[in-house]
């Protein structure tokens, strides 16, 4: 730095400081503009890859529905060796039906633990914060 306030160039010429300021924030704002095509461009790649990928696995949800069906079509083959068609399914459906009904327990047990949705414990600690710091406030 000279003694005007100037920054001499590799040329040997001098610069004033605001255009240095100037400069490097106009290469700044490039930069992060650059940064931020960059990331968006990411992004787009990863969003495709979940887009296929999630395809993929609700394609093996419904191939495993289908399987699952296929194993009580199973089951009530095997079962009508030894009983009538009709009781065989019956039997098949009930088991079905009693697997269904603690399943949905279960699940309404677990909605219930996680209701409201809300961060409650993060809610009171911040309320605990906020106390602790207007007490502090008032000393």
Same mark, same amino acid.
């Given at each position: 730095m000279t003694a005007d306030g100037s920054h001499r160039t590799v040329s /040997?010429?001098?610069? #004033?400081v605001g255009e240095l300021v100037q400069r490097a924030s106009r290469q700044l704002s490039q930069l992060v503009r650059d940064e931020m095509r960059l990331a968006q461009a990411e992004m787009t790649? +990863?969003? +495709?890859?979940?887009?296929k990928g999630g395809g993929l696995f609700g394609g093996a949800g419904l191939v495993g529905v289908l399987t699952l069906q296929a194993l009580v079509a199973a089951v009530i083959a095997?079962? !009508?060796?030894?009983l009538d068609v009709w009781a065989a399914a019956l039997i098949?459906? /009930?088991a079905l039906a009693v697997v269904t009904a603690l399943?949905?327990?279960l699940g309404k047990q677990q909605? !219930?633990?996680? !209701? #409201? #949705? +809300?961060?409650?414990q993060t809610m009171d600690s911040v309320k605990a914060d906020v106390a602790e710091i207007k007490e502090k406030a008032q000393r």
């Amino acid at each position: 730095m000279t003694a005007d306030g100037s920054h001499r160039t590799v040329s /040997g010429t001098q610069e #004033p400081v605001g255009e240095l300021v100037q400069r490097a924030s106009r290469q700044l704002s490039q930069l992060v503009r650059d940064e931020m095509r960059l990331a968006q461009a990411e992004m787009t790649q +990863k969003g +495709k890859r979940f887009g296929k990928g999630g395809g993929l696995f609700g394609g093996a949800g419904l191939v495993g529905v289908l399987t699952l069906q296929a194993l009580v079509a199973a089951v009530i083959a095997a079962l !009508s060796l030894t009983l009538d068609v009709w009781a065989a399914a019956l039997i098949v459906t /009930g088991a079905l039906a009693v697997v269904t009904a603690l399943m949905a327990a279960l699940g309404k047990q677990q909605v !219930s633990k996680a !209701s #409201p #949705p +809300k961060p409650e414990q993060t809610m009171d600690s911040v309320k605990a914060d906020v106390a602790e710091i207007k007490e502090k406030a008032q000393r």
